[in-house]
């Protein structure tokens, strides 16, 4: 049997599938041979798709060193499990291979099954893995411009050569702009972009507001007797809006000198927001990253390879 949790680790699927010991029909292991899939479901209404990581149990700065790949939103209903990663194959641990690595693993192991072809009586979900190109000018272009069955919601970055890290982690980060997302700036809960940046960060025990990277980065505080009025305990997800004129960038960090209570945000929420997508969220709404500036950036770091290359030669 193939199971699927959101990120809060609540079960999402529980079905049949064509992946190694995904069905009762095809038990050809050990329960120790199992599978984990990093995946985004094609939901069959057009919303923000939910990332799941899949248990399968039977007993389951832009350079060359980037890979690219278009993030996704559902556009029709057919119900596929987009694979963005794959963390463990049917026992074999990939938490120690490089990004690079996993990418082929993935294509050519899915290709030795049957879990691509349509859905069936012992296949619930078709499997599909997400286009991916090396960032190169060209690798860019494909993965910003080019048609996918899917809508995309923007583009995910990965270093090629580093482990698998879980958690919040500057080696794999997701871009947008209005061109390749829907849903550049974060919406209220009524579809609607507030006049204020918000944020959801997690209280701790000393009060503190912090955000969900490691260390965390502290955001603002509680005092004990709002946090007693208001029944809230450490671990909490809190929601917060601040005006733009609280805000300080100083070293590359941002720095809110008062924040405004709104609420807790909804209890499918795992974790409270990075600092990077804090500060990806502010800057969107004053100066974005755009895909010039990605360009620009890979034209410079091919020149400097090509210099570099120049100079061994000499």
Same mark, same amino acid.
């Given at each position: %049997?193939?199971? !699927? ?12 599938? /064509?992946? #190694? ?11 120790? !041979? ?14 923000? =798709? ?13 350079? $060359?060193?980037? %890979?690219? !790949?278009? *993030?996704?939103?559902?556009? @029709? ?22 990004? +690079? ?9 899915? %290709? ?6 349509? #859905?069936?009586?012992?296949?619930? *979900? ?13 690798? &860019? +272009?494909?993965? *910003? ?13 990965? $270093? ?43 209280? @701790?025990?000393?009060?503190? &507001? ?10 603002? !505080? ?5 946090? @007693?009025?208001? $029944? ?5 997800? &809190? ?14 960090? %941002? +720095?809110?000198?008062?924040? @405004? ?10 974790? =409270? ?10 800057? =969107?709404?004053? /100066? ?12 410079? $770091?091919?020149? +400097? ?10």
């Amino acid at each position: %049997m193939t199971i !699927s949790r959101v990120r809060n680790g609540s079960i999402l699927h529980r079905f049949p599938s /064509a992946l #190694p010991n995904g069905s009762k029909r095809d038990i050809s292991g050990p329960a120790s !041979s199992y599978s984990i899939l990093d995946c985004i479901f094609h939901e069959v209404l057009p919303v923000p =798709a939910a990332r799941s990581f899949l248990y399968l149990l039977s007993f389951w700065s832009v350079h $060359n060193a980037i %890979m690219v !790949s278009p *993030y996704l939103l559902v556009l @029709q209903p057919d119900e596929t499990y987009y694979i963005i990663d794959m963390i463990c194959w049917r026992g074999y641990s990939l938490y120690d291979c490089t990004a +690079e690595f996993r990418f082929f693993w993935v294509n050519s192991k899915l %290709m030795e099954t049957t879990a691509s072809d349509p #859905p069936s009586t012992y296949h619930r *979900y078709r499997f599909s893995v997400v286009p991916i190109y090396e960032c190169t000018l060209e690798g &860019l +272009e494909a993965a *910003y411009s080019g048609s996918t069955p899917y809508m995309k919601d923007g583009l995910l970055f990965y $270093n090629k050569h580093v482990h698998y890290q879980a958690g919040i982690t500057p080696l794999a980060l997701v871009w947008k702009d209005e061109a390749c997302s829907q849903y550049i700036i974060d919406t209220d809960s009524k579809g609607q972009v507030p006049s204020e940046q918000h944020v959801v960060l997690e209280l @701790q025990e000393d009060g503190k &507001l912090a955000t969900s990277d490691d260390p965390p980065v502290v955001f603002g !505080s509680l005092d004990n007797e709002f946090i @007693q009025k208001t $029944n809230l305990r450490p671990g909490n997800l &809190l929601r917060f809006a601040f005006r733009d004129e609280r805000v300080k960038l100083v070293d590359g960090k %941002m +720095e809110i000198s008062e924040l @405004q209570f709104v609420g807790r945000p909804n209890r499918a929420r795992a974790f =409270a927001d990075s600092h990077s997508k804090a500060l990806f969220q502010y800057a =969107a709404r004053h /100066a974005p990253l755009r895909i010039e500036d990605l360009v620009a950036s890979i034209q410079s $770091n091919h020149m +400097e390879v090509k210099s570099t290359d120049v100079e061994m030669q000499g």
